[in-house]
């Protein structure tokens, strides 16, 4: 993936604003097109990363591998945000097809695409119930087995990436909707255990790299987050390496928005871990329509603003930015339309909703805009 135009532009623009505009014209930066030289312009261009990262925070997006040879796609992605995460790639059923028989093909275009672009790179998932290899799934296994399958996988993998990926999604989807554990092959093998053994292995692999536990429907308070809330607390008494939990935040129209989100973050935080929006995105049932759109276009405000409001919300990733490539019409017949640019590229409201929310908090204080 060559290195996109506006990236250049935006950071060019960035760094004329800093160094004055005649040492710019004096380093040659004078070729910059001139409806982005006015400051006013230079903050319309702004990208979500460049906002988000005025307020210390980074703006993402999922890639899965397929859509790198959509350039357009691909080459907006690298321009506009600042972080991403693979789709698919750093799965289970991806890096080890075979008991034992490593395969980072997949992760390493993504590491490769994500260098090329300046983008930081989160890593998804070491351990899930879903997108399991088959070798796997269809074994009996003793715990002991198990185990050292496990310790192999996460070892193996985090090594392999380390240096390279920012943060792992150690555990994906641990919990049940009551707040009790999933009974995954994992869990009804080894016990609960299992999750402070894959956190402590992923440390040990790379003791750098921020370790998180990630799931869907915690974004309000309620039984499944309070079980989350539970566990990291207790994790942290026992001094296991925990840095971060991972709200996918896969929203729905159609079932309100989560109460108490921003109170929700704050708990969390208040344990000393960071908290992240990992996956976001805000399906609708289809057809959208200028009311839906106008509701999803304040939700992403809302939650923008969430993440805002606690200093330990260290960043956003949308689930892909485009409802060119999404995974929710497929696995959510008759939803779509979750993301804030459509299958066009061009932004929808939820886009400009996002944009004015990173934007009013990036501001210098006293009001000024230069
Ligand atoms: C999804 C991918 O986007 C799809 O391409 C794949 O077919 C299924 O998985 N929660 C997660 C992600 O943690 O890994 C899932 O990604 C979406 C739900």
């Not at 014209?25 to 990262?53: F, I, K, S, V, Y």
Request: glycine residues 8%; contains cysteine; charged residues 20%.
């Amino acid at each position: 993936m060559t290195l996109p135009v506006q990236r250049t532009r935006t950071r060019t623009c960035a760094r004329a604003a800093a160094l004055g505009l005649t040492a710019a014209l004096a380093l040659g930066l004078a070729g910059m097109p001139a409806a982005h030289a006015g400051t006013e312009r230079h903050h319309r261009a702004a990208t979500l990363d460049d906002l988000a990262q005025k307020t210390g925070r980074y703006y993402g997006s999922a890639v899965d591998n397929p859509e790198l040879a959509d350039t357009a796609y691909a080459d907006l992605l690298g321009t506009e945000f600042g972080a991403t995460t693979p789709g698919n790639a750093m799965k289970w059923e991806s890096t080890e097809p075979q008991r034992g028989v490593f395969d980072f093909t997949a992760g390493d275009e993504i590491v490769n695409y994500a260098r090329a672009n300046g983008l930081k790179l989160r890593g998804h998932t070491l351990l899930w119930h879903n997108q399991l290899p088959g070798w796997l799934t269809s074994g009996t296994w003793t715990p002991d087995e198990l185990r050292s399958i496990l310790k192999n996988h996460i070892t193996t993998e985090v090594k392999h990436f380390k240096g390279k990926v920012f943060a792992w999604d150690v555990a994906n989807e641990i919990m049940n909707e009551d707040g009790t554990y999933r009974e995954s092959i994992f869990y009804k093998t080894l016990g609960p255990g299992y999750i402070a053994d894959a956190l402590r292995w992923a440390h040990a692999a790379d003791p750098k790299v921020k370790l998180y536990l990630n799931d869907y429907n915690v974004e309000a308070i309620g039984p499944k987050s309070d079980a989350y809330y539970t566990l990291i607390k207790q994790l942290k008494a026992d001094r296991v390496p925990i840095d971060g939990f991972g709200l996918q935040g896969h929203l729905a129209l159609q079932y309100g928005f989560p109460s108490g989100l921003k109170e929700n973050l704050q708990r969390f935080a208040a344990l000393r871990v960071d908290v992240a929006f990992t996956e976001l995105d805000i399906r609708m049932n289809l057809p959208s329509d200028t009311a839906k759109l106008t509701q999803q276009a304040d939700w992403y405000r809302q939650v923008t603003d969430a993440c805002l409001a606690v200093k330990r919300c260290v960043g956003i990733t949308v689930w892909g930015y485009s409802d060119r490539h999404s995974w929710i019409p497929a696995v959510f017949p008759g939803e779509g339309a979750a993301l804030p640019w459509d299958e066009n590229l061009a932004h929808k409201p939820a886009y400009d909703a996002i944009h004015d929310a990173l934007a009013a908090a990036a501001a210098p204080p006293h009001g000024k805009n230069g």
